[in-house]
């Protein structure tokens, strides 16, 4: 008898259950609702629609601070834009004949290729060489791919300025070698208008050789392991083995570092700002230390015609070799 009432007890709190869930499903389903259907129902799959008005402060910092100032930089270097005029009105292409004419813009353009040509060089020849010396999945390897992209990390401004301190005549550089040999070094590291680009170019390589080192690093990891077994087996040395094999293999690797060098230098201004201000004697003055000179004078307008020019340029080159680049990828591999 006790076991019959506590079946029956049972059943009827069942029974109150399922009458309880219908009548708040009912209720659910008067006041407009939807009763939960668990996690395999339909409604849990529905995936919450946010308004899209909540992209809208995103929205407006982009259009203010990249999207107008880029679509005005096709409008003011036709204009008479500049601190000398009281409005702006159409000039045609004055702007543009008035840079053509001076002399300071070839000298700017040839200084920039040749700063971009030389950073390339040297970024890629130090983010290969690190990549190579630290390949192997060591702490020591680890702890020192983490110092060399440390500079990716620091502000160019900063950089340039630190050098700056360290490259003058009285600065760190020249004391230290003055007590090493005993005589006072007085070296003008920042005065020769042959070999201040150099340097400058040097600095640039060493601050994002870091971002070329782990570049080139995931290019290494990807290479399979049975074909430089393979050649070890065929008794290739350890630089026959890399220049055949793994350097072409890097193609992809290259083509990236190659082409965000390039077009990365040719748009520089801070670390030479800071280093030389473009001097001594102009050797230093890469396009956008020329185009900040012009806009400080107030003529706006042709500053931004310059920066027009500097677009046409970097579109210029950058497509030429990134093309020929992925051709030499289809080849190689």
Do not use: C
Request: glycine share 8%.
């Amino acid at each position: 008898m006790r076991d019959t009432s506590v079946l029956d007890a049972a059943r009827n709190a069942a029974s109150g259950r399922e009458t309880g869930a219908s009548t708040g499903a009912s209720r659910l389903r008067r006041r407009g609702g939807r009763p939960f259907t668990g996690p395999r129902g339909g409604s849990a799959k529905r995936r919450v629609q946010h308004p899209w008005w909540f992209a809208l402060p995103a929205l407006a910092v982009f259009a203010a601070f990249f999207l107008v100032p880029n679509v005005l930089n096709f409008f003011y270097p036709f204009t008479n834009w500049s601190a000398f005029h009281s409005s702006i009105s159409f000039a045609g292409l004055s702007n543009f004949r008035t840079i053509a004419h001076d002399g300071s813009l070839q000298l700017a353009l040839r200084t920039t290729l040749e700063y971009a040509v030389g950073v390339a060089v040297f970024q890629n020849g130090f983010g290969l060489i690190l990549a190579l010396l630290l390949e192997k999945d060591t702490r020591f390897n680890r702890f020192f791919r983490a110092v060399f992209f440390l500079p990716v990390l620091l502000s160019a401004l900063a950089v340039g300025y630190v050098f700056q301190a360290l490259l003058n005549q009285d600065g760190a550089v020249n004391a230290l070698l003055s007590d090493l040999t005993g005589t006072h070094v007085d070296i003008a590291w920042l005065g020769s208008t042959t070999w201040t680009l150099v340097l400058l170019t040097v600095i640039h390589g060493w601050k994002w050789m870091g971002l070329a080192m782990l570049v080139y690093l995931a290019g290494l990891k990807s290479i399979p392991g049975d074909v430089t077994e393979a050649a070890a087996l065929d008794g290739a040395g350890a630089w026959r083995a890399f220049w055949s094999i793994r350097f072409p293999m890097l193609a992809p690797a290259l083509t990236f570092n190659v082409t965000t060098a390039l077009i990365g230098s040719m748009n520089t201004f801070d670390i030479v700002q800071a280093t030389t201000k473009g001097g001594p004697a102009d050797s230093t003055q890469v396009f956008n230390i020329y185009m900040f000179r012009i806009f400080g004078e107030g003529l706006y307008a042709q500053a931004s015609a310059m920066s027009l020019v500097l677009f046409a340029v970097v579109v210029v080159i950058a497509i030429p070799v990134i093309l020929g680049m992925r051709r030499r990828e289809r080849v190689l591999l």
